[in-house]
């Protein structure tokens, strides 16, 4: 398990982390979600005493980090894929990291296999593309057969095959009992892989619960029904008692209805219905009504208000957008 106890980070006047206090408890794969600048990359570099904390303190199965004398034993970790030496071959550098660690050499071939790279395993990392990088970094987090598993971004690079076998490899060590927790810009990706969400902003704590949860909170969700007999179908619902909104196509909204019960009225009143479903926001639209206040980098697309206004120092020109980019 890890557990953050009032972490804070600040660099000079900037706050990157504030106060955060949570757990990833092991037996799930606990998303870690924030727009760009919320602290994010800043929380795991802590976690693995790269970054030092202001204030506050993280602990590892009760430990610091610091205080592992195997560290790949009790957690493996992916924050750079390109952190590996170039000039060494895939094998090498999974051997360097397991002689310090005192892992059986035969461990870096069962780790080259588990991410298929066993056919490059002795050509140079540096010659690699940024899928087989990826899949290199994924090979160390998994070295020490760890209990605790962090991956930042990890299907970067990775092709549809490839997404599709982390997904599965992140929710089959969950199911065995262990730890991971995993930070990703791509929300349709985590909507499949995550069972529990930890949602920051601006360094801060928004949200502690699980995706189903989080989805419903931050949400609207309804029926839609769409009917050639629109006026009729809308006076039945309202001396039913439900509170209807016209939507485009023709079609009906009711809000807090139950899709059974609407089906069933409609068919007791005679009503032919060309559509009935259940309509429900994904985790990008509950993702990005939550974090609304807490977006530091806020990009504009119209392009009929006037010039683009000058940025200010230390800022991008076009802003940053938290779906197509990476930030801390």
Known sequence: ????????????????????????????????????????????RMMLDLDNPTSGSVRIDGKHYRELSEPLKYIGALLDAKAMNGGRTAYNNLLCLAQANRIPAARVDQVLDIVGLTAVAKKKSKGFSLGMGQRLGIASALLGDPEILMFDEPVNGLDPEGI?????????LASEGRTIFVSSHLMSEMALTADHLIVIGQGRLLADTSMADFIAQNSRSFVRLRSPQQEQLRDVLHASGFAVTEAGGGAL????????????????????????????ASLEEAFMQMTAGAV??????????????PARPGEAQWGQSYQNSKGA
């Open 1 to 44: 398990m890890i557990e953050l106890e009032g972490l804070t980070k600040r660099y000079g006047s900037k706050t990157a982390v504030d106060n955060l206090s949570f757990q990833v408890r092991p037996g799930a794969v606990t998303g870690f979600l924030g727009p760009n600048g919320a602290g994010k990359s800043t929380t795991m």
């Open 164 to 172: 599709h076998w982390i997904r599965n490899l992140m929710k089959t």
């Open 253 to 280: 909204e009711v809000d807090g209805g139950d899709i059974e019960k609407l089906g069933e009225l409609a068919a007791e009143h005679r009503v032919v219905l060309h559509e009935l479903s259940a309509q429900r």
């Open 296 to 309: 530091e980098y806020q990009a504009h697309t119209s392009t009929t208000d006037g010039p683009v206004p």
